[in-house]
């Protein structure tokens, strides 16, 4: 049974992303238009140096874009004050790995920052937001473990958990399945799937594990260097838009089974 439709959470349209410098400014991708709604899962793809990172530090306003507008909930993203931007956007970057001698329950417990007072004293509320965002991502078990403990995919569910802890509409992860093995990497997706959709939080991120993504997310953003094509997997598949993303002198994509496939 299809998902009913959800109210928008992120709405981009005409963005231009790179970098600007005093002189000068770097393009990296253009014209690019989507919206995201509640509870979906949605991951941006493409082969890499495409600006797949560029793409979700703009959103997040880790960098500023070179046109175009985002809107989040339907308010310009520059409009937001940085308190109100951090009850709204969570973000996960590859490189955002806390101190390794913090535990598990303080790492998620920096989630509630934006919300606490100026001695960082912890409510009632935030406790409990602090204990479902354990529960949502399956830690309560190692939340008194040191992060120099833990393993990879341990850490990575550690940083979600921090993320949902923050309570925010929207969390943008850049490559969270960095480092893990091909289990991992699908328990990962799938939990960020069941999170989106038992929360009805937008969770948007990128990856290189396209054949995952297929199965698993609502909606895709797959980026090449000619265009950007956006929509539900099988919609992307039927376009040819996967085709289109890596040289075909060594792989193709395959629409069948949905999966690309060496040539021999």
Sequence with gaps: ?????????????????????RKSSSEIAADIHFSLEEGELVSVVGANGV??????????RVQPKLGGS?????RGLENYKPTELASQLSLVLTEQIPSKNLT???????????????????????????KNALSLVNIEAIKNKKCFE????QLQKTM????????TALIILDEPTTHL???????????????????????????HEIDLAIQLCDK??????????????????????????????????DKASGTFKVNK
Excluded at 12 to 17: Q, W
Excluded at 111 to 118: A, F
Excluded at 237 to 252: C, M, Q, V, Y
């Design 1 to 21: 049974m299809e998902k009913e439709k959800g109210h928008s959470v992120l709405k981009v349209e005409g963005l231009s992303i790179g970098y600007k410098s």
């Design 51 to 60: 600006g797949k990172s560029t793409l979700l530090r703009t959103l997040a």
């Design 70 to 74: 985002i809107d989040l909930k339907g």
């Design 104 to 130: 598990v329950t303080e790492v998620v417990a920096l989630g509630r920052q934006p919300y606490t007072n100026w001695i960082g004293s912890l409510t009632g509320n935030d406790k409990e937001k602090i």
């Design 150 to 153: 833990l393993s990879d995919g």
């Design 160 to 167: 979600i958990a921090r993320a949902l802890a923050q309570d």
């Design 181 to 207: 093995d091909i289990y991992h990497k699908a328990y990962i997706l799938k939990l960020l799937k069941e999170i989106a959709h038992k929360t009805q939080k937008t969770i948007l991120y990128s990856s």
């Design 220 to 253: 895709m953003l797959v980026m090449t260097e000619d265009k950007i094509s956006f929509g539900k997997p099988a919609t992307l598949i039927e376009s040819g838009s996967f085709s289109e993303l890596f040289p075909t002198d060594l792989i193709n994509f």
